[in-house]
């Protein structure tokens, strides 16, 4: 699986408004909702299974990233956005430290092997320091999606 398999170029937010944890979220989920990949009637629900899911543990792996997730009903395949913040927000990360880069997955409960799949695949990318560093640097949503399709071209 690949990266640009998961992350909807049209779901890339250059430059997150919100400056708290449930915002981003909110405002990831609906740039979603915006690519036409959810239905606009879902996305409260969906805000509020992946807060439900990020209370029960922290999705900031730190390193400036976290990975907010949840499995949902109604999603036939792994779907992704990616959202960018200059200012940094507080997801309670393991390294205390704020999140500048934040990659949304919504999966089907009934594919689990899909869910890992994607997870491991955006896990992959964000562990490598240069994804990270260019990732946090890229200032425009073609940037975004640029960097993309060329981790991808590396695996």
């Known amino acids: 699986m690949k990266l640009s398999d998961i992350i909807l170029p049209d779901a890339v937010i250059a430059q997150l408004k919100a400056t708290d944890r449930d915002s981003a979220i909110t405002e990831t989920v609906e740039a979603l909702a ?24 922290t999705t900031g792996i730190g390193k400036g990233v976290a990975l907010p997730h949840a499995k949902l009903k109604g999603i036939k395949s792994p779907i992704g956005a990616i959202a960018r913040s200059s200012e940094g927000v507080d997801f309670a990360a ?24 994607a997870m491991e695949t955006i896990f992959r990318h964000v562990q490598r320091e240069i ?18 399709e060329e981790a991808d071209q590396l695996g």
């Open 94 to 117: 393991l390294d205390s430290k704020p999140v500048y880069s934040i990659i949304l997955l919504l999966s089907s409960p009934d594919r689990p092997d899909e869910h890992l799949l």
């Open 34 to 57: 915006d690519a036409g990949a959810i239905p606009r009637s879902r996305v409260a629900d969906i805000v509020a299974a992946v807060i439900d899911r990020e209370e029960q543990a």
């Open 131 to 148: 994804f990270r560093k260019f990732l946090r640097q890229s200032e425009t949503k073609e940037a975004i999606v640029e960097l993309i």
